[in-house]
Nanobody, 127 residues
Framework: QVDVVESGGGSVQAGASLRLSCAVS????????MAWFRRAPGKEREFVAS????????YYADSVKGRFAISRDDARNTVYLQMNSLDPEDAAKYFC????????????????????WGQGTQVTVSS
C-alpha cells in the first residue's frame, strides 16, 4: 500500500512563506517523479511543480516561478514545496502526487488520476 501524506499547510499573511512536506511510503521513492498540484474553491485543479527521480528535471507553473521551490530528500522519502512571497491567489488545497511509473520525466502531463495522491493540506493567505 502506498501512502502519501502532506503537511505544513496553514494560514499566513500575504508575503509570508510556508514549506509543505510530503512523506511517501510503500514504494521505492527514489525511482519516482513527484509533483504538487493545488485546487482553489470553485477552480480546477492546477499543476504547481514537479521533480523527477534524481532532481535533474524540475518544472514550475508560470504563476509560481521564482517564488516556489520543489525539492526532495530521498533519505527521508519526502518531497518539499518551499513557498515564498505568498499571495492570496495561492490560497488552495495543495496535493502531493507520486508518479505510479518509475523513472518518469516529471512532465506536468505525466501525472493523472491513476497515480498516488495525498489527501491535501490547506493553505490560506490573507491580504
Amino acid at each position: 500500500q502506498v501512502d502519501v501524506v502532506e503537511s505544513g499547510g496553514g494560514s499566513v499573511q500575504a508575503g509570508a512563506s510556508l514549506r509543505l512536506s510530503c512523506a511517501v511510503s510503500g514504494l521505492s521513492f527514489d525511482r519516482h517523479a513527484m509533483a504538487w498540484f493545488r485546487r482553489a474553491p470553485g477552480k480546477e485543479r492546477e499543476f504547481v511543480a514537479s521533480i523527477d527521480s534524481d532532481g535533474s528535471r524540475i518544472y514550475y507553473a508560470d504563476s509560481v516561478k521564482g517564488r516556489f521551490a520543489i525539492s526532495r530528500d530521498d533519505a527521508r522519502n519526502t518531497v518539499y514545496l518551499q513557498m515564498n512571497s505568498l499571495d492570496p491567489e495561492d490560497a488552495a488545497k495543495y496535493f502531493c502526487v507520486a508518479d505510479s511509473l518509475i523513472w518518469g520525466s516529471a512532465s506536468p502531463t505525466d501525472f493523472n488520476a491513476g497515480d498516488y495522491w495525498g489527501q491535501g493540506t490547506q493553505v490560506t493567505v490573507s491580504s
